[in-house]
């Protein structure tokens, strides 16, 4: 799970997060890529008043 907080941290954004729909469109977007490419899983959760969780299986190299 990561923040907005967070994410704007990690991106180096200058960008208040939690006055700003910027990251809501990053997400969207990139959200829209990952369904195309999975066909049509959702792997990005939005967390209400929290913020975004990652929801994938990780498998092992060799599995």
Same mark, same amino acid.
């Given at each position: 799970?990561l923040s907005r907080?967070? /994410?704007?941290? =990690? @991106? *180096? ?7 700003? #729909?910027?990251?809501?469109? !990053? ?6 890529? /990952?369904?195309? =490419? @999975? *066909? ?7 967390? #209400?008043?929290?913020?975004? !969780? ?10």
């Amino acid at each position: 799970m990561l923040s907005r907080q967070a /994410l704007a941290q =990690l @991106t *180096g954004s200058l960008v208040d997060p939690q006055r700003s #729909r910027t990251f809501d469109v !990053r997400i969207s977007r990139l959200r829209r890529i /990952l369904r195309e =490419l @999975t *066909g049509g899983e959702d792997l990005i959760r939005p967390q #209400r008043g929290e913020g975004y !969780r990652l929801e994938a299986t990780v498998l092992e190299e060799g599995a």
